[in-house]
């Protein structure tokens, strides 16, 4: 859930004693910062840094007016100084966390008694930047009726195209005491405004409603833009500094949030507090919503595979198991049917067991395979056969008790599956030379399930197909997730990507094997799929593709198509189908059929590719 709807102590951060420890915020007092005749404002309490030079210090009376009031989750309220300093680095707003619903309303003029706390949503382990508050508050109202303060407007000429400073190395690559400098980094730009007043106009959105009743816009048209509104995230440097993430100050019991699509516009005045999430990071909590424009976007369908054509595709169906509504399966395989245009062999990604999420030691998966072939079949496809290999209990990953796994459909009437026994969850599957070419000595069989890679993790299963007398290997994956990475509004930057660490294992045993495959073969059409977990620049890629054996078939897309997902505004790749060189010339799809809406039957859109073998 995003934080902003999960209640949390007020207690000092971590992220104030390490300051304190560094020396960042010694021998500061309230007298030193504002001056011992003047009585601190919020300008004082925010400061020019992301760390507040009154962090841990009570503070008393401070002026301003309530610019927004949050009666849900973390509980509390905006204020602002209608004055302010004149200083562009320095925050004017401030919020002011009650822990129960507040007593205030805005437009009320209000002084307030605390101490100053930088709260890191997530906790510091998060790598979160924090967000500067006032806690355990004590709260005059003064006068109420009051104009609200201008409001901040954000906007493509206000934010710089440059994202965020590069860390301090004398403070493991933190931007925390860094002087915020907000006319040339976007992310010093936000930081600046952080608890005031803002206002966006007329935006595109470019990452859909979701459960959590939020959405992504960006104040920037031009950047990244692909053709159906999205904007697309294309390496490490293109961090997307238009991206604002909204929600709404009003409980969705009172006012349901409306529903978006990537590139509809939420039109008019959007306005209210800028708060830190931490989910997303810089959020716009709007007291005054604009209205959704519908632009009509629509579910892509992928084209049919010519007879002499081999379609091979992949595709994550979010945890299905038999406890799922029937509507989901309908949903899912009238999908396969209908957009995917009923591939010949089909890699599933997070099938689980029959008793799904259930912690009772089943790693069977026949009926949620049979009710979603099932379903295929009644919306007009093929009567597609499976094939997998059941994990140990609770080994593979995922949700506890779900086991979830990779599973091959295929068509049977098209191509053919070549049964080799003896793969189990823990026997490896090898490469021999037979009749001149390369075989497996399991199919389906697992890829080095022993090996420390997969620890917690899918283990990759192989399979060996013939189509039209021509041997085919597909390998199914999916790779570890990004779990414990820092977001792109680290305070480190650029953020640390931990997970990748497990990733590239897992790329290089796949890799491995595929070398293993080309050095008995070298002609051998090896196609490797899944949710990679990870972009087509990724070192994860990189190690895939290494020595030539295979290439990441997205990248035969124009770069503003590349992306399978859409993860804070950005449209990026994680799902991918990567072809050893004898596939020479192939036509691939990314089918956006999920990502961009927010009615969704996975969150990752599938991907096709079709070859003459």
Request: aromatic share 6%; no cysteine.
């Given at each position: 859930m995003p934080s902003s709807a999960l209640p949390r102590p007020s207690a000092l951060s971590a992220v104030v004693a390490a300051a304190l420890a560094a020396g960042l915020l010694a021998g500061v007092s309230p007298a030193s910062a504002a001056g011992s005749d003047d009585a601190v404002r919020i300008h004082d309490i925010q400061g020019s840094t992301r760390i507040s030079p009154l962090a841990g210090q009570r503070v008393s009376d401070v002026p301003g007016i309530v610019t927004g009031v949050r009666t849900y989750g973390s509980k509390g309220f905006w204020f602002q100084d209608a004055e302010g300093d004149g200083d562009d680095a320095?925050?004017?707003?401030?919020?002011?966390?009650?822990?129960?619903?507040?007593?205030?309303?805005?437009?009320?003029?209000?002084?307030?008694?605390?101490?100053?706390?930088?709260?890191?949503?997530?906790?510091?382990?998060?790598?979160?930047?924090?967000?500067?508050?006032?806690?355990?508050?004590a709260v005059t109202v003064v006068s109420s009726g009051n104009p609200v303060p201008a409001p901040a407007v954000i906007s493509l000429w206000s934010v710089p195209w440059t994202y965020a400073p590069s860390g301090d190395p004398d403070a493991d690559g933190s931007i925390n005491a860094l002087p915020l400098r907000p006319h040339r980094y976007a992310l010093d730009y936000y930081e600046s405004l952080e608890g005031m007043n803002v206002r966006v106009g007329s935006s595109r959105v470019v990452g859909a409603t979701s459960r959590y009743a939020d959405m992504w816009v960006t104040v920037n048209p031009f950047e990244h833009r692909n053709h159906r509104g999205g904007t697309v995230y294309g390496s490490y440097t293109s961090q997307n500094t238009g991206r604002l993430k909204i929600q709404s100050l009003t409980p969705t019991a009172e006012q349901p949030f409306p529903k978006a699509n990537v590139g509809d516009v939420l039109a008019g005045r959007t306005e209210g507090p800028l708060d830190f999430s931490r989910y997303g990071g810089y959020t716009l909590a709007a007291r005054t919503l604009g209205t959704v424009v519908d632009r009509g976007l629509t579910r892509e369908k992928t084209r049919k595979q010519y007879r002499g054509e081999l379609a091979v595709a992949t595709y994550n169906v979010e945890n299905l198991d038999p406890s799922d509504p029937?509507?989901?399966?309908?949903?899912l395989a009238a999908g396969v049917v209908n957009n995917l245009?009923?591939?010949?062999?089909?890699?599933?990604?997070?099938?689980?067991?029959?008793s799904g999420p259930k912690n009772d030691g089943t790693v069977g998966a026949e009926e949620t395979l049979r009710k979603f072939t099932d379903a295929i079949k009644a919306a007009g496809g093929p009567a597609y056969e499976w094939r997998g290999i059941d994990p140990e209990n609770n080994k593979d990953g995922g949700q506890p008790g779900g086991n979830i796994r990779q599973v091959f459909l295929f068509n049977p009437e098209r191509v053919s599956f070549t049964d080799r026994a003896g793969g189990d969850a823990t026997t490896s599957t090898g490469v021999k030379k037979e009749y001149g070419g390369a075989a497996l000595t399991h199919s389906p069989g697992r890829i080095d399930p022993a090996n420390e890679a997969w620890e917690n993790s899918r283990k990759p299963l192989a399979g060996e197909f013939t189509f039209r007398g021509r041997k085919v290997f597909v390998i199914a994956n999916h790779f570890a997730s990004k779990g414990g990475d820092e977001s792109l509004v680290s305070h480190h930057q650029p953020p640390n990507r931990s997970s990748e660490v497990q990733r590239h294992l897992q790329a290089k045993a796949v890799n491995t094997f595929v070398k293993d495959l080309l050095k008995a073969d070298h002609r051998a059409r090896v196609l490797v799929v899944g949710d990679i977990n990870d972009f087509e620049f990724s070192g994860t890629t990189k190690t895939l593709t290494d020595g030539g054996v295979l290439c990441a078939a997205i990248t035969s897309l124009p770069r503003s198509e590349r992306y399978s997902y859409v993860y804070d505004g950005n449209s990026q790749v994680l799902d991918q189908i990567l072809t050893s060189p004898a596939i020479r010339r192939f036509s691939y799809d990314s089918v956006h059929i999920n990502a961009e809406f927010a009615d969704q039957n996975s969150d990752h859109d599938p991907q096709v590719l079709r070859f003459r073998p």
């Open positions: 320095t925050s004017e707003g401030l919020f002011v966390y009650t822990g129960s619903a507040p007593t205030v309303a805005v437009g009320d003029r209000v002084t307030v008694s605390g101490t100053v706390t930088e709260y890191v949503p997530g906790g510091t382990s998060s790598g979160n930047q924090s967000l500067t508050e006032i806690s355990r508050p029937q509507e989901k399966f309908d949903a245009a009923s591939p010949d062999i089909l890699a599933l990604e997070e099938i689980q067991d029959d």
